[in-house]
C-alpha cells in the first residue's frame, strides 16, 4: 500500500504535490517523493520519513515545473529504512522516465532475470517499482521509432507490460519532453481515480490513489481510471485515453474498503464510509445470533478505522455507543509499522483509555480487521486493566488466513493470528471474553449493495483465492524463506553495529 499522485497544471506543482501527499499520509509513512518537470528537465527530491520531514522549504524551491508526480511508501519489499527504495524512480533511457508505482508484482524476480538476460537493464534495489519502470523503459524502447513518441507506441508500451507483468499496479509516469502517464492493472486491484479543474489558462489533470486528494486540492473527481487502462496527458493538456489489456475485469482489492483507504475516499464508485456503515449492520446480525444484546453494556470502536462500523452495529442491536480510546495522532499506524515488537511497543502509546467507559461494563470492541492479533491483545489487556467485568470482540472483516501479496504488508502465514486457528483459539489467544468474525459473503454485500455492478473483489487474505491466478503454494513459501531471511539479516545488522558502537565507546 502506497500513495500516489501525478498531476499537470497551469502553474507550479510542487505545493500540490506536498499538499496531496499530506492527504494521502495514511498510505504510507516510510518515505516520499516528488518530481517535478521544467521543459525537458526532471527535478526529484526523495527520502524517508513523513511528508512533513522529508521536505524542507529548501527542498520545494528545487522543485519547479507545472507537471509532477508524488508518492509515498510503505514497504512490502525491501527495508522499511533503506532511503535507496524510496520512489519515484527514474532511468534516463529512453527519453528519460520517471515512476510511481502501488501495489506489488508477484513475477517481480522473473522479470528481473528478463531484464538482465533479454533486454540488458541492470535493476539496481530490490523493489519490483524499479523492476516495472525498466519494464516500461524496454517497451517503449523496442516500440518507439526514432526520437520522438506518439500515442499507438506510448500504448502499445503499455499492453506490453501488461502481457509481462503480473500483480497490482496503480501507475503514474512521467516521459520528459512528453507528458505525464498513468495506467492500472487489469484486474483493478489498488485504486487510480482522476479528476480536472478548469481555469482562465486551461484545465489541470490530477490522478491519485484516492478521491480525498482530488476533493482538497480543489479538482473535481471525473471517474476512476479503469483496470487495463492507460490514460496519456500530452504538454499541451490534451488527454488521451486507451484500454491496452487483452482480457480486464475488475476486482479491487476489498481491504481498500475495510482498513486502508479514508472513510471520505469513493473507490471505483463506493463511498468507503458508506461501506462501513453496511459492514457494521451485516456485522450487527451475525453479532446477536451468538452473543445476545442484553449481555452488552456499550460498544466501543478501536480507532479509527473501526468507528462507522462500530456505530452502526449499536445503533443496529440498541446498546450506547462511547468512545473508549483516545488515540495519540504522533504515533503511526501499528499495522503498517515495521517489526512485530516495534507493533506491541507502539500500542499503549497509540491508545490510552478513558476509565469510566469500561469500569464495571461489558464491553464489545470493534476493530476493522485482525490480522497478526498484536494489537487486539494490547487492547483487550488495556479494556481489563480499565476495570471492563466482560470484554467481547468483533471484527468487521473475516479472518485474515493468507498473505496478501498485492502490496499489504501481511506476507506471511506464520504472522497471521488467524491461521490454522479457529474462532475460539484466536479469542483465547487474544484474551476476549468472545469474538465474533464478519462473513465473508455479507462484507462483500456491504459493498455490492452500494453497487451492483460490482460483482467481483480480490479477496485473497480472507479465502486464499488470488485473482491473478499465478500465486502458488511454492510461490508463498519462498516469500516466507525471503522474508524470514531478511529479518535475520536485519537482526545480525543490528547486533553488529551495537558491537561497534561498543567497541568504539571503549576505545574511547
Given at each position: 500500500?502506497?500513495?500516489?499522485?501525478?498531476?499537470?497544471?497551469?502553474?507550479?506543482?510542487?505545493?500540490?504535490?506536498?499538499?496531496?501527499?499530506?492527504?494521502?499520509?495514511?498510505?504510507?509513512?516510510?518515505?516520499?517523493?516528488?518530481?517535478?518537470?521544467?521543459?525537458?528537465?526532471?527535478?526529484?527530491?526523495?527520502?524517508?520519513?513523513?511528508?512533513?520531514?522529508?521536505?524542507r522549504t529548501r527542498n520545494m524551491r528545487a522543485l519547479p515545473g507545472n507537471m509532477g508526480i508524488a508518492h509515498c511508501r510503505y514497504p512490502t519489499a525491501g527495508s522499511a529504512f533503506d532511503a535507496a527504495l524510496s520512489q519515484p524512480f527514474y532511468v534516463n533511457s529512453p527519453f528519460g522516465i520517471v515512476l510511481g508505482h502501488n501495489g506489488n508484482l508477484t513475477n517481480a524476480e522473473q522479470l528481473k532475470e528478463e531484464m538482465f538476460c533479454q533486454d540488458l537493464r541492470?535493476?539496481?534495489?530490490?523493489?519490483?517499482?524499479?523492476?516495472?519502470?525498466?519494464?516500461?523503459?524496454?517497451?517503449?524502447?523496442?516500440?518507439?521509432?526514432?526520437?520522438?513518441?506518439?500515442?499507438?507506441?506510448?500504448?502499445?508500451?503499455?499492453?506490453?507490460?501488461?502481457?509481462?507483468?503480473?500483480?497490482?499496479?496503480?501507475?503514474?509516469?512521467?516521459?520528459?519532453?512528453?507528458?505525464?502517464?498513468?495506467?492500472?492493472?487489469?484486474?483493478?486491484?489498488?485504486?487510480?481515480?482522476?479528476?480536472?479543474?478548469?481555469?482562465?489558462?486551461?484545465?489541470?489533470?490530477?490522478?491519485?490513489?484516492?478521491?480525498?486528494?482530488?476533493?482538497?486540492?480543489?479538482?473535481?473527481?471525473?471517474?476512476?481510471?479503469?483496470?487495463?487502462?492507460?490514460?496519456?496527458?500530452?504538454?499541451?493538456?490534451?488527454?488521451?485515453?486507451?484500454?491496452?489489456?487483452?482480457?480486464?475485469?475488475?476486482?479491487?482489492?476489498?481491504?481498500?474498503?475495510?482498513?486502508?483507504?479514508?472513510?471520505?475516499?469513493?473507490?471505483?464508485?463506493?463511498?468507503?464510509?458508506?461501506?462501513?456503515?453496511?459492514?457494521?449492520?451485516?456485522?450487527?446480525?451475525?453479532?446477536?445470533?451468538?452473543?445476545?444484546?442484553?449481555?452488552?453494556?456499550?460498544?466501543?470502536?478501536?480507532?479509527?478505522?473501526?468507528?462507522?462500523?462500530?456505530?452502526?452495529?449499536?445503533?443496529?442491536?440498541?446498546?450506547?455507543?462511547?468512545?473508549?480510546?483516545?488515540?495519540?495522532?504522533?504515533?503511526?499506524?501499528?499495522?503498517?509499522?515495521?517489526?512485530?515488537?516495534?507493533?506491541?511497543?507502539?500500542?499503549?502509546?497509540?491508545?490510552?483509555?478513558?476509565?469510566?467507559?469500561?469500569?464495571?461494563?461489558?464491553?464489545?470492541?470493534?476493530?476493522?480487521?485482525?490480522?497478526?492479533?498484536?494489537?487486539?491483545?494490547?487492547?483487550?489487556?488495556?479494556?481489563?486493566?480499565?476495570?471492563?467485568?466482560?470484554?467481547?470482540?468483533?471484527?468487521?472483516?473475516?479472518?485474515?488466513?493468507?498473505?496478501?501479496?498485492?502490496?499489504?504488508?501481511?506476507?506471511?502465514?506464520?504472522?497471521?493470528?488467524?491461521?490454522?486457528?479457529?474462532?475460539?483459539?484466536?479469542?483465547?489467544?487474544?484474551?476476549?471474553?468472545?469474538?465474533?468474525?464478519?462473513?465473508?459473503?455479507?462484507?462483500?454485500?456491504?459493498?455490492?449493495?452500494?453497487?451492483?455492478?460490482?460483482?467481483?473483489?480480490?479477496?485473497?487474505?480472507?479465502?486464499?483465492?488470488?485473482?491473478?491466478?499465478?500465486?502458488?503454494?511454492?510461490?508463498?513459501?519462498?516469500?516466507?524463506?525471503?522474508?524470514?531471511?531478511?529479518?535475520?539479516?536485519?537482526?545480525?545488522?543490528?547486533?553488529?553495529?551495537?558491537?561497534?558502537?561498543?567497541?568504539?565507546?571503549?576505545?574511547?
Amino acid at each position: 500500500m502506497c500513495g500516489i499522485l501525478g498531476v499537470v497544471a497551469t502553474t507550479p506543482v510542487n505545493q500540490l504535490l506536498y499538499d496531496g501527499l499530506m492527504v494521502l499520509q495514511h498510505r504510507g509513512q516510510d518515505a516520499a517523493g516528488i518530481v517535478t518537470a521544467e521543459d525537458d528537465a526532471f527535478h526529484m527530491h526523495k527520502g524517508s520519513g513523513l511528508v512533513r520531514d522529508v521536505f524542507r522549504t529548501r527542498n520545494m524551491r528545487a522543485l519547479p515545473g507545472n507537471m509532477g508526480i508524488a508518492h509515498c511508501r510503505y514497504p512490502t519489499a525491501g527495508s522499511a529504512f533503506d532511503a535507496a527504495l524510496s520512489q519515484p524512480f527514474y532511468v534516463n533511457s529512453p527519453f528519460g522516465i520517471v515512476l510511481g508505482h502501488n501495489g506489488n508484482l508477484t513475477n517481480a524476480e522473473q522479470l528481473k532475470e528478463e531484464m538482465f538476460c533479454q533486454d540488458l537493464r541492470h535493476i539496481n534495489t530490490g523493489s519490483d517499482s524499479e523492476v516495472l519502470l525498466n519494464t516500461l523503459a524496454h517497451e517503449l524502447q523496442a516500440t518507439a521509432k526514432g526520437c520522438w513518441l506518439d500515442l499507438d507506441t506510448i500504448f502499445a508500451a503499455v499492453a506490453a507490460v501488461h502481457r509481462r507483468c503480473r500483480g497490482a499496479y496503480a501507475v503514474v509516469a512521467m516521459i520528459a519532453g512528453h507528458g505525464l502517464l498513468a495506467f492500472r492493472d487489469p484486474f483493478g486491484i489498488r485504486p487510480l481515480v482522476f479528476g480536472f479543474n478548469e481555469t482562465p489558462e486551461g484545465t489541470e489533470y490530477l490522478f491519485a490513489s484516492e478521491s480525498v486528494a482530488l476533493d482538497t486540492l480543489g479538482f473535481q473527481v471525473l471517474r476512476d481510471v479503469d483496470p487495463g487502462e492507460a490514460i496519456f496527458i500530452d504538454l499541451d493538456h490534451h488527454l488521451h485515453q486507451r484500454q491496452c489489456a487483452q482480457h480486464a475485469a475488475l476486482s479491487p482489492c476489498i481491504f481498500e474498503f475495510v482498513y486502508l483507504a479514508r472513510p471520505d475516499s469513493v473507490i471505483d464508485g463506493v463511498s468507503v464510509y458508506e461501506a462501513r456503515l453496511n459492514m457494521g449492520e451485516h456485522l450487527a446480525d451475525k453479532l446477536l445470533k451468538h452473543i445476545p444484546y442484553d449481555q452488552i453494556d456499550v460498544v466501543i470502536p478501536i480507532p479509527d478505522s473501526s468507528r462507522p462500523s462500530a456505530m452502526q452495529l449499536a445503533q443496529r442491536i440498541g446498546v450506547p455507543y462511547r468512545e473508549g480510546f483516545v488515540k495519540n495522532r504522533y504515533i503511526g499506524r501499528t499495522f503498517i509499522m515495521p517489526g512485530q515488537a516495534t507493533r506491541a511497543r507502539s500500542v499503549r502509546q497509540k491508545l490510552n483509555t478513558v476509565a469510566q467507559e469500561f469500569k464495571g461494563k461489558r464491553v464489545l470492541l470493534v476493530d476493522d480487521s485482525i490480522v497478526r492479533g498484536t494489537t487486539s491483545r494490547e487492547i483487550v489487556e488495556m479494556a481489563r486493566a480499565a476495570g471492563a467485568l466482560k470484554v467481547f470482540f468483533a471484527s468487521a472483516s473475516p479472518p485474515v488466513r493468507y498473505p496478501n501479496v498485492y502490496g499489504i504488508d501481511m506476507p506471511t502465514r506464520s504472522e497471521l493470528i488467524a491461521t490454522g486457528r479457529t474462532g475460539e483459539q484466536i479469542a483465547r489467544e487474544i484474551g476476549a471474553d468472545a469474538l465474533v468474525y464478519q462473513d465473508l459473503d455479507a462484507l462483500k454485500a456491504s459493498i455490492r449493495e452500494l453497487k451492483p455492478s460490482l460483482c467481483h473483489f480480490d479477496t485473497s487474505c480472507f479465502d486464499g483465492c488470488y485473482v491473478t491466478g499465478d500465486v502458488s503454494t511454492e510461490y508463498l513459501t519462498a516469500i516466507e524463506m525471503a522474508r524470514a531471511g531478511h529479518q535475520k539479516t536485519t537482526k545480525e545488522e543490528r547486533w553488529a553495529s551495537k558491537q561497534l558502537h561498543l567497541n568504539l565507546l571503549s576505545a574511547g
